[in-house]
């Protein structure tokens, strides 16, 4: 009967949304011991220097080696770390791991500028600006080798609050970029009212780009919107040649996509970014090793 049916969907739906609730709760416990028992593991996305074509920056991704489900991918459990406040202990890792590979990639005669993932909890924990600090002392490195990555919905809280957290950032001395630009929903107005330094274009606008002729009219007018304010341009998401070839005569500044290279673990991308130094300075010349 149509009532029984109605049970039946009742249940499915209540099943359904507590499955969901158990299987959130078992990441979370397993994310504490990923933390404890070294399962995650900071992998480094290259992104090219259109203008000089130098590899002289990367952004940091998270992985997480699962012992039964292999590698988990962050855009399933940094919503839940997220939620469950786990993001705070996750984010020191990350930074800490972050401090450690510029600092490894210096001694290999690296100059690599890393693009470090901040999320809402970890911007406003109050503990952002003393925790890059404590790393950046921990491994003698300085700001200038880190760019911040936030998302634009930030900047849907109060202006006063978002001043203050964003000016101790610039006190500290790293970059701040915004990530997934486009998609946020929010006002372009918080470009006018805050300094940033870079801008990364979402990969839905890069994303079928060759055959869209308003999707290249946004993207150069971004390009140009984000010059006038001072800031650098970063192009999301290029994974064909055409679209690398169409964001470089746009006079896009920085490509990130599979196109150029996929995120890597630290060592395959130390060899990466060496092998790109050698070929894009000199055939014999290396980069100096201490
Ligand atoms: P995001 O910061 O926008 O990072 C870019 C994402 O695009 C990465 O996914 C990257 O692997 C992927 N990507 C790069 N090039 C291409 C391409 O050519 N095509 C396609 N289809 N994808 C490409 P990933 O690593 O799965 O990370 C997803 C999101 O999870 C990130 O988006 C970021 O919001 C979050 N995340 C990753 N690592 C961290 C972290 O260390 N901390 C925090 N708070 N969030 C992180
Ligand atoms: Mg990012
Ligand atoms: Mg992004
Ligand atoms: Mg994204």
Redesign the pocket.
């Known amino acids: 009967s149509a009532k029984e049916q109605g049970r039946n969907c009742y249940c499915f739906f209540t099943q359904g949304l507590q499955q969901k609730a158990d299987s959130q709760a078992k990441l979370h416990q397993d994310l504490k011991v990923a933390l404890k028992e070294d399962q995650l593991e900071?992998?480094y996305?290259p992104i090219l220097n259109l203008e000089t074509n130098q590899l002289d920056k990367a952004?940091?991704?998270?992985?997480w080696n699962h012992p039964e489900r292999g590698i988990i991918?962050?855009?399933l459990f940094?919503p839940i770390?997220?939620k469950t406040g786990i993001?705070k202990e996750?984010?020191c890792w990350?930074r800490d791991q972050a401090c450690s590979q510029v600092k490894q990639l210096i001694n290999n005669g690296l100059n690599i500028r890393l693009s470090?993932?901040?999320?809402r909890l970890?911007f406003w924990s109050g503990e952002l600006v003393s925790s890059f600090l404590d790393n950046m002392e921990k491994y003698s490195v300085i700001a200038d080798f880190l760019t911040v990555?936030i998302?634009e919905s930030l900047f849907l809280k109060n202006q006063k609050e978002m001043t203050l957290a964003l000016s101790n950032l610039r006190t500290l001395g790293v970059k701040i970029s915004i990530?997934?630009f486009g998609t946020g929903y929010s006002s372009l107005s918080y470009l006018g009212n805050f300094p940033l330094d870079e801008l990364?274009i979402?990969?839905s606008f890069i994303?079928g780009i060759e055959g869209e002729e308003r999707k290249q009219s946004l993207v150069e007018a971004i390009i140009t919107l984000s010059h006038k304010l001072g800031m650098k341009v970063v192009a999301?998401?290029?994974?064909t040649k055409g679209q690398f070839e169409l964001l470089k005569s746009k006079g896009c500044d920085y490509a990130?996509?599979?196109?150029y290279a996929?995120?890597m673990p630290a060592k395959a991308f130390t060899e990466f970014a060496t092998q790109h130094w050698i070929e894009a300075n000199s055939k014999y010349a290396k980069p100096q090793k201490d």
Not at 59 to 63: P, Q, S, T, Y
Not at 236 to 239: R, V
Not at 256 to 259: A, H, R, T
């Open positions: 900071l992998y996305q952004e940091c991704l998270i992985r991918s962050p855009g940094i770390a997220e993001i996750l984010g990350i470090v993932n901040v999320s970890e990555e998302t990530d997934d990364k979402d990969r994303n999301e998401g290029i994974e990130q996509g599979f196109y996929k995120p």
